[in-house]
């Protein structure tokens, strides 16, 4: 574990499961997606449900599921094995299209609670295995995008998560060193990869893995984000 710097100077957040909260955004999405994708042929939304551990009937995925934390060329690797009368273009063409779409449910109010972060003279930046589009499309539509001084997917040009390069360029661009820094996120790989740049790493339980999961790997694990200024007030 690292020790926190005092005071931190910047939050690094993952943004599935740590600015919106996973399961209602993407639980519902998945749900759209296979159900359009399927056109009717049966068996095929079961299958395909299977194939990301979605259960259909709550719209949740199972906490073992690899889209979790998969970067989008891991999940369409996934749905291609699944319809193989489907081509590959075609296939994510739609997971493109629907994604910007997706319901999101911030985990907490996001403006009023990331201007109070920048008040703080925090920097504030977005890591996260989605697309680079797809986070840009998701913080727009929540209109916080100008809150952050740094917004990077996994197809940026820093790899993805558990490695540490998306952590290292956040840090190099605010000129900070690593341990001013707190990497947020809802998984393992998140935890993985602040413990591998060398910054603080905070969990929190708006993802699908349990407190239990993440406490072995992290340096706290939170409810959810909006507990992040009192633990910054104690540390």
């Not at 979605?54 to 889209?67: I, K, M, N, W």
């Not at 970067?71 to 369409?76: F, I």
């Not at 994604?99 to 972060?117: F, K, N, S």
């Not at 820093?158 to 809802?186: H, N, R, S, T, W």
Request: net charge negative; with cysteine.
């Amino acid at each position: 574990m690292n020790n926190p710097a005092r005071p931190l100077k910047g939050l690094l957040f993952d943004k599935d499961g740590t600015l919106f909260d996973f399961q209602g955004t993407w639980g519902a999405w998945a749900v759209s997606f296979i159900t359009e994708l399927s056109e009717g042929v049966p068996g095929r939304m079961e299958k395909l449900a299977q194939a990301v551990w979605l259960d259909l009937d709550t719209a949740s995925f199972a906490p073992e599921s690899p889209v979790i934390a998969g970067t989008q060329d891991e999940v369409l690797e996934l749905v291609c094995g699944s319809v193989p009368d489907v081509s590959r273009a075609e296939i994510l063409s739609l997971m493109e299209r629907s994604v910007v779409r997706a319901p999101l449910v911030p985990a907490v109010p996001l403006e009023p609670y990331l201007t109070g972060l920048r008040e703080r003279g925090l920097a504030l930046g977005v890591a996260t295995n989605d697309s680079e589009a797809g986070a840009r499309a998701h913080i727009g539509r929540a209109n916080v995008t100008h809150l952050f001084d740094f917004i990077v997917g996994f197809d940026s040009g820093y790899g993805g998560k558990p490695e540490p390069g998306q952590l290292l360029a956040f840090a190099e661009q605010m000129g900070l060193a690593p341990q001013e820094i707190a990497m947020v996120g809802d998984s393992t790989h998140d935890l993985h990869a602040a413990h591998a740049a060398g910054m603080v790493g905070i969990g929190v339980l708006t993802g699908v893995a349990p407190r239990e999961e993440l406490s072995p790997h992290a340096d706290v694990v939170l409810r959810d984000i909006g507990e992040i200024p009192r633990w910054l007030d104690d540390i």
